[in-house]
Structure formats: C-alpha cells, structure tokens
C-alpha cells in the first residue's frame, strides 16, 4: 500500500450512499477478485485504512469502482473512489485498432499482468442492435484460399479448448492475432475480402475470449468478447454477432448478472432471426437458460422449444460456428430444467449429453460429469454423485482449465457433509493428494 494525503472523503461519500458498511465493501471486493482469478481476503480494517488515506496496491481500486458502481447503478471511476493516479483503461473507437491494441498489451509481458487484472464491467455488458448493413449474397466467412490459414487456425484453437482446456495456448492465440491477422486487417484489401477477415477475426477473438472465461479471467474475456462483436458489426455478418453476444449473456450470467444477461441473449435472439439453424439453436438454448432464470417458466419452454426445432433443421456441418452439438443442447435443456426445479428431467437431459459428448470433448465431458455429481447428490444419490465425480477427476488432470477447478472446489464442498461415508472420503483424499 502506499501514503496518500489526508483521510479518503470521496470513498467514504461512496459508501454512504451506497449503504454499505466496511465490512460489506471488502467482501465485495474479495468477490470481484475472484472474477480475475485472485484470492483477496480484505476485511473492514483494511478499509478503514483506505478511509484513513491509505492507497491500496492495483488492482483494488479498479475492483473498489467496480463494486461501488454495481451497487450504486452508475459508473464511478478509482478517481472518483478517491484513488488518483490509476491508469485509464480506454478503447480505441474503431474496432480494428481496439483489438489491435488489446492484442498488443496481451503479448506484452510487462503490461500483461494489468490487463488481466482487470474487473469484469458490468457497465459494459450491453451491446446496440445488430449489424444494420447485413451483407447481400454468399454468407461472409466462407473458405477461401486467402482465408484458408485463418479457418485452420480457428479450427486448431477451436479444438484445443474442448481436448486441452482454455488456458492452453492461450499465449499463442493472442501473439497470432497480434502478428497474423491483424496485418490483415490494416492492408489494403477489397471490400468483400477485408469484411472476410473480419468475421474470421472476429471468430478468432471471440475463441482467446473462451479461453480467458475457462481460465477465469472475467475482465480480459469481456474485453475480447467486446472485439469481437465490434468487429462483426463491422463487417455485417448478424450470424457471428449474434453468437458472439449470446457468450456475452452467458458469461453475465454464470457471474450472476441476470439483467444484463437477459439483454444480451434477448438482443441475440433478435439478431439470428436470419441465422442459419445451428446457430439459432445456439442462441436460442442461451435465451432459455436466462429466461429459466428469471423465473419465466413459459419464455424458458418456448425458448427451448424453438432451440430443439431450430436443431433438428441444422444440417451436419461439424466446423467450429458451423454446428451446435447436440450433447451441449442436451447441457443447456438440463440447465433450464433445474432451474424450473425439475431435477429428474435435468438429470435425464445430463445423461443424453454425456452419451452424445465426442471423444474429443475432454472439457464438455468432465464438466458435464461435474454437474452430474452434483444433480445425484441433491436427489440422494450419494454412490452414483461419487461415480460421476470420479469419471471428473479423470477427465480433470488432462485439462487446464479454471472452470474445472472451480468444479471441482464445488465438489470438495458438496462432499464435506458426507466425509464420514466411505466413496466421499476416497474422493475429497484424492483431491487433497492431487492424485
């Protein structure tokens, strides 16, 4: 921490008006840790040291802002909080350059560490309508022989998430944008094939985007997923931005952001009304789990409906944006069951994903068993949750990726009640061993 002159007035002014004690202020800002991947553990004596004039080290005024503009409803900056001299963190209006700067701070390794401290913003989960301009003719996005590296490339990162998890070659994905495509992007190019390298650019940053939600790092995943649909309402594809902003309500959503996440997958809903199949399935599941949500019993079921119809019409494309697997529908019907309290039918869904989950979906399979355990457990199935987790565990050690940690720190918790019981107590050893 470091000195500041007199006691922090503005911060203290913040506080009353948003009727939070010390102690509230603190765990907010150990909660907005956690969306960064940071293990903070402040309490009221820390922010009485922040009141007294004490500036805390980054990332803490960021994440005090944040947590200060969430429960006041309108945007309060570090300055605003009382801490001055914090970096500005500003994007380039055009979608181009913004990337193209976010990409360079990525691969820089002295300012890395600060982009991926940054908070997740709930300000700026909101998009405008989708692209106005819509491209006449070929569907943009095709393959072609100028384009063939980027939809390898989008295949190869594609795949590397679902066999290897998302913080796996996370490094390299953001140094190839930076050095392959974004050149690109900036050359002189005809208008048809600049708008080409936009979608797939767009593809592309929405991919590193998944990879920093697997790994946990909520701000910098905004900030790509931002690119991304900046970049397709560029071009004019509605397709690519409308799954871009479904990801969007998907990620608001796991943070517990519902209105925003209602926004956004209602706004995605509207922009893949042209939408070839797959991707209205995709949309559509979104929508329902949101709606299931917010308590909207019909809007959940029709919305699912119309993501079932919309399935059984998509063809069997299998390259990445092209298709929509049945074993993930079959996920997000069982999310939309159990939040309508039908936890048979969740569990029936769950089951029909693991049966149709490929080989090659180490992730979707482990997480899918993960979810599995915990479905078990709540209906009394204390041997059959430990043989799902068991089947986690082992998919586990083969990934890196934040959301199986997480996953399986839920099970460690789930199990504590049970540690007396034998198949509990083989699990929570293993885990403690790293076995």
């Keep these: 921490m470091t000195n500041r002159r007199g006691p922090n007035y503005e911060l203290r002014a913040l506080l009353t008006e948003a009727g939070w004690t010390q102690e509230a ?163 002189a190019q005809p208008q048809r094939l600049r708008r080409e390298v936009l979608v797939l650019a767009a593809r592309l940053a ?28 560029e071009s004019g594809d509605r397709t690519t931005w409308s799954v871009v902003v479904r ?54 079921l029709a919305a699912m409906g119309r993501a079932e119809r919309a399935a059984e019409r998509a063809g069997s494309a299998s390259a990445p944006f092209d298709c929509y697997p049945a074993a993930a529908l079959h996920f997000q019907t069982s999310a939309v069951l159990e939040s309508l309290g ?10 029909r994903a693991a049966g149709e989950r490929a080989a090659s979906d180490v992730r979707g399979r482990a997480l899918s068993q993960a979810r599995f355990g915990q479905l078990l457990l709540r209906t009394g199935h204390l041997d059959e949750a430990c043989a799902a987790w068991e089947s986690f565990l082992t998919a586990r050690e083969r990934l890196r990726s934040g959301d199986a940690e997480r996953a399986m720190r839920d099970m460690r918790q789930a199990l504590q009640p049970y540690r007396n019981r034998r198949p509990a107590a083989e699990l929570l050893a293993r885990t403690v061993h790293g076995r």
Excluded: K
């Design 342 to 351: 039908d936890l048979h039918g969740a569990l029936a869904a769950l089951r």
């Design 25 to 187: 202020l603190a765990r907010a800002v150990n909660a907005l840790g956690a969306e960064i991947g940071a293990i903070l553990r402040y309490d009221r004596t820390a922010v009485a040291h922040w009141l007294s004039g004490t500036q805390p080290r980054h990332p803490v005024p960021q994440l005090t802002a944040e947590a200060l503009t969430r429960r006041i409803g309108r945007p309060v900056t570090p300055e605003a909080a009382g801490f001055p001299g914090c970096a500005r963190d500003t994007t380039p209006a055009d979608p181009v350059a913004g990337l193209t700067a976010l990409c360079r701070t990525d691969t820089d390794a002295t300012r890395r560490t600060l982009l991926h401290q940054r908070p997740y913003r709930v300000a700026d989960a909101v998009v405008t309508g989708a692209p106005a301009h819509a491209v006449p003719g070929r569907p943009l996005g095709g393959r072609t022989e100028v384009t063939a590296a980027l939809h390898d490339a989008i295949g190869f990162f594609a795949a590397s998430i679902d066999t290897h998890g998302g913080r796996h070659a996370r490094s390299a994905l953001s140094a190839y944008l930076a050095d392959d495509v974004m050149p690109l992007l900036t050359s």
């Design 206 to 233: 929405f991919l590193l985007a998944r990879m920093y939600e697997d790994g946990l790092l909520h701000g910098v995943a905004q900030r790509y997923y931002t690119c991304a649909h900046r970049l397709a309402d």
């Design 247 to 300: 990801a969007m309500s998907a990620q608001a959503q796991r943070l517990g952001h519902l209105p925003s996440a209602l926004q956004l997958a209602d706004a995605a809903h509207r922009g893949a009304r042209t939408a070839p199949p797959a991707q209205q399935a995709y949309v559509q599941a979104q929508l329902a789990v949101v709606l299931g949500r917010t308590g909207d019993r019909r809007g959940a």
